[in-house]
């Protein structure tokens, strides 16, 4: 599987709204080229919100040319007022991320209106009926409000009014308002329809296929997800085999070169007893054999048997750190970094090492794991000292947010640029430590159980001035105390 | 007085001679047999196929592989347990592997001893001696299910080189 087959999910960046006023993004997303897919987007919501907006406007120039003359229809604040709903209510809709608020402030201005109508007409003049119809202006930002929302709320908002308009209407003494109230159930039903619409619109142009891609984002991650749980489980699985089938053979190989050992020393003792009987040339060529080229032979076959069932388990245990349970508990640095130095002490003292221990305090780990990095890399600085130069290893340890980080430092022979990415792979060494037996293992094993437990490991290094080793560990929020 | 019989249930035709050649350096007189599948074991055992009709001889330990085709070691520890008079006697785990659920798989139907390849032969050679001087009265001192003293974890497995003793 490749990776090009993801599509790119582009979202509308802060930095490229910050620099520019809302309008003049508006029109370049109306009128640019070659959009992105989230400018696309962004575009036809803006088309949308462009509709919800002049669908609103032209509704009060209609209701304004039939119905201009009725008492206390007055104050222009009404249109005026809902006019701003809607471009709340559009803004909000171009701005998804404050959708609701637009919906709430459309509802407010609304109310608000109502309140503004009510105060408007004279007392005189006030009935139920111009009451119903001052309500009507309530209706349409809750529809509008509840359309934001969810379509079922605005439906049920807009089915409701309708129904309560009609009943007052019913109840209620007709005056002179049987026009504004049909008006008004008129324009609030085609308002729903149309906003109803647009909803739908909306759900099924901007919605869906950002969904889509999202869904076919999320599917082609899952894969790869596998693929990769899988690639480590073959991982495992190899590791698995390794162990096995390599083993097995060399339990032959060893064991075998011990028994041709065993019979090699029967038929030295009994060549000593027949060397007098043979001759000169014949005596040689078996003296040879018996005292050089056997005892070698076998002495090659074990060390370099030995040697492959120590690189075998070492595969494995870097195999098995994956599966490996941790056991994260609070941790006493400062008493770890002692335990391991007291154990190392006869080093310390032989190598003359100055040890000065920093700030070590209580920290979460797997406290064995924990162990085994810090005496790895202890074991480390004192390995790489250089010899007859005063020696000085420091161990300190920081703690920033939300994790430790602990130092291990010294005065050593450093490692050269040439070599630093050999340092954490599996049986590779620096071409300075030629004189120090090692395999290189530790290192990366030490990386691994770092990686375990979510941390880091990395070095800085100036060769024959030091290296200071530094891992991390995460903790969690009541992490480090001193 | 015939020896009571170890039975080494072990594929890899090395591997049996190497022990079966360590028993006979170290003084091993008991008759060792081999099954070189977990199948061949279970009949041996049971007393099916081949073996049908033959009175099992006595059995004074088992060594099982663990890595066995078809049927494995494990499966031949599962079937011990279902039978009294096999499960009563001591059985050696040798593996290749010291994978924690191979330990844990074999701990739960019980063994004296699991050792990684290669064993340390005279300790074996050792144990069988012991079982030998025991043999009047194992069948009382030894349960059959879980470690029998002293119990060795694999990590003790004996992993040194035998030295010739000249």
Known sequence: MTTDTLPSLKLPTAAASASQSRAERLWELLTAPHPSIAQANDRRQARLAAVVILGILGMFALELVFVPSQPGYGPMAVPILLTCAGLLLAYGIVRARYVTIGAVFAISFGALSVVGQVIAIPPELQTTSTLASSLQWLVLPLVVGGLVLTPQTGMLVAVVSIIGILFWEWLTPQDYSTIVTGGAIGFTATIAVVLIFVRYVQERYLVRPQLQELELAARLLERKNIDLERANREMRDFAYIVAHDLRAPLVNLNGFVNEAEFAFYELQSALNAASPHLDEATREKATRAAERDMPEALAYLQTNAAQMRSLIDQVLKIARVGKQELEIQPVDLYTTVKKITTAMNHQLDERGVELHLGQLPTIQADSNLLEQVLNNLLDNAIKYLVPGRPARIDVYAESKPGEAIIHVQDNGRGIEEADHAKVFQLFRRARNVDDVPGEGFGLPYIQSIIQRQGGRIWFESVPDKGTTFSFSLPQSEKGMSS | ?166
């Open chain 2, 1 to 166: 007085m015939t020896l009571p019989v170890v039975l080494i249930i072990e594929d890899n035709e090395g591997h049996f001679r190497i022990m079966e050649k360590s028993f006979e350096r170290f003084g091993v007189l008991n008759p060792i047999h081999q099954a070189v599948d977990g199948q061949q074991a279970l009949d041996y055992l049971l007393r099916k196929g081949d073996f049908a009709g033959t009175a099992l001889p006595d059995l004074l330990l088992l060594i099982i592989d663990l890595n066995l085709p078809k049927v494995t070691g494990i499966d031949v520890l599962r079937e011990l347990v279902g039978h009294e008079h096999l499960n009563r006697i001591p059985r050696i785990i040798l593996s290749t592997s010291d994978e924690p659920e191979d330990v844990a798989s074999c701990k739960e139907y019980g063994y004296a001893a699991y050792y990684v390849k290669p064993p340390d032969y005279i300790k074996l050679t050792n144990y069988i001696k012991e079982l030998n001087a025991g043999a009047g009265s194992r069948t009382s001192s030894l349960p059959g299910t879980g470690p029998l003293a002293p119990p060795v974890t694999p990590s003790e497995g004996g992993t040194k080189p035998l030295k010739p003793r000249l």
